[in-house]
């Protein structure tokens, strides 16, 4: 027994090294033979469950942090991942609980007791948001507007709207004033969204292409965008872009990355798509950055805005009848049609389970469906692939919400095909970032690779909730 322990130590010492490197599967992995040889260490499922954490496996994460508090309902730092893991998931109510436990056993621990404060406060908040809530349909903030009398000033010098619409030479300056960090007027950005909530409530979910750029997360890494359009050519009609979710939080500069690809759906909308992510959703912005960044670099109002916005973004996009694009993947039951898809009510803040929050929150995996990692929606196999394909007669899927070392993976037999659009994410993961073009009439995939370039020194996370701020204990 003292030897299997002490070969655990050593398998332990292994993951911590990993885990400095930031190479975080490879340091689960060695915690996880380290637990196989002693499986009553609290320390080896924390440990895990923080690595898990910054993979954003957050069911995995909980469930490691729980096991380390049966062990050992003493041992600290367990609470503290676990409260971290369900703030992470949106259950502030049980991360409260436990960051009340912490404060309660160190009293005069000031980091314990800002984060128990803070989870108070959201706590409250979402309480007093349910208790104004009312049945009555909610007014736009459109409607407490008055754009036409807002006034530009005479100091601004920044890119404006012509005549109030978009243009190519708009993009164009928008896109270099973004790059020196500077500011667009406000009164331009609301007459922005404006113009795009009305485009989106109408707009079908179905194209038809022989060309398509097709984009996975872009995280708020607005250098990095347009290095894309450098490589592959800015949007136009003829070099059309579909951006397939997660276009904020995580990276700082988030604000410029959604107006940017904003403006170019407003220039080209049957050319240019833009899906919804999971990250398009209030509880992530609140957690990830962007509704920070959004009030540091304009307003409360305008993040309001922007939340009443991604409430229309499609969910899933399908090309020429043989390509389905949705962010997250398929579905936790079997017998979904496109025909189901385009029925739902996106309209809202995504559910905990259902169809919309599949398209949001699932990943595939070789083996068959269980629960997901993230400990929300499922991980679904590649028999829930064969079987929705064949029923909606689809080729294949694309999909994105993962962090691949390549920029893209294809699983499935070449049925489900993952891209992701941020390369060096959040600064440390050093992937590579991708895109992938489909041509001709069959929408072969072809796989274009980029790394990442540099960027003002604004840190990933800059505006996130202090909650998140990862580096704890």
């Known amino acids: 027994m003292a030897e299997g322990s002490n070969d655990a130590e050593l398998l332990k010492e292994k993951a911590n090294t990993y885990f400095k490197e930031k190479d975080y599967d490879n340091a689960i992995k060695y915690y996880t033979e380290a637990l196989e040889l002693n499986p009553s260490n609290a320390i080896y499922y924390s440990n895990r469950s923080l690595a898990y954490l910054r993979t954003e496996c957050y069911g995995y994460a909980l469930a490691d942090a729980t096991k380390a508090l049966e062990i050992d309902k ?21 991360a409260l609980k436990d960051y009340e436990t912490v404060v309660r056993v160190r009293p005069n621990d000031k980091d314990a007791r800002m984060k128990y404060q803070e989870c108070n406060k959201i706590v409250k908040q979402k309480a007093f948001e349910r208790a104004i809530a009312s049945d009555e349909i909610k007014k736009s903030v459109v409607d407490s507007l008055d754009i036409e009398n807002m006034t530009i000033e005479d100091d601004y010098v920044g890119p404006k709207l012509d005549d109030g619409n978009v243009t190519l030479t708009f993009m164009k300056e928008l896109m270099d004033w973004f790059k020196d960090q500077k500011k667009i007027h ?43 359009f450098t490589l592959n050519g800015l949007p136009s009609e003829t070099n059309p872009y579909l951006f397939n979710g997660d276009f904020v939080d995580r990276g700082s500069f988030s604000v410029e990355v959604i107006l940017t690809l904003f403006g170019f759906k407003l220039l080209y909308p049957d050319n240019f798509h833009l899906l919804r992510g999971n990250h398009e959703t209030d509880n992530m912005n609140q957690m990830y950055g962007f509704e920070g960044e959004v009030k540091a670099k304009y307003t409360a109002q305008m993040f309001q805005l922007f939340s009443e916005v991604f409430q229309w973004l499609p969910l899933a996009q399908c090309i020429n009848n043989k390509v389905l694009v949705m962010h997250g993947g ?12 385009r029925k739902i009510d996106r309209n809202r803040q995504p559910p905990d389970s259902g169809p919309m929050c599949d398209l949001l929150w699932s990943d595939p995996q070789p083996q068959v469906q269980s629960i997901s990692k993230r400990g929300v929606s499922c991980q679904f196999g590649p028999d829930v692939t064969e079987r929705f394909l064949e029923q909606n007669n689809l080729d294949y899927i694309i999909r994105s919400h993962e962090v691949k070392t390549e920029g893209y993976e294809v699983t499935h037999s070449g049925k489900c095909i993952t891209v ?3 390369p060096n994410y959040c600064d440390q993961m050093g992937n590579k970032g991708a895109y992938i073009h489909l041509r001709g009439s069959d929408l072969k995939p072809e796989f274009h690779q980029f790394t990442a370039v540099p960027h003002p020194n604004v840190k990933p996370m800059a505006y996130a909730n202090t909650l998140m701020q990862l580096g704890m204990m």
């Open 420 to 422: 992701f659009s941020a």
């Open 74 to 94: 003493n041992y600290i730092k367990g609470y503290y991942r676990r409260a971290t893991s369900n703030m992470a998931l949106g259950k502030f109510k049980a």
């Open 186 to 228: 406000r009164k331009c950005a609301y007459q922005m969204f404006c113009q795009h909530e009305n485009k989106l409530i109408s707009k079908c979910s179905s194209s038809q292409s022989n060309k398509i750029t097709i984009c996975g997360d872009t995280h708020g890494q607005y250098y990095d965008l347009l290095n894309i």
């Open 330 to 341: 398929l579905f936790s039951e079997d017998g979904v049609t496109l025909e189901d898809i």
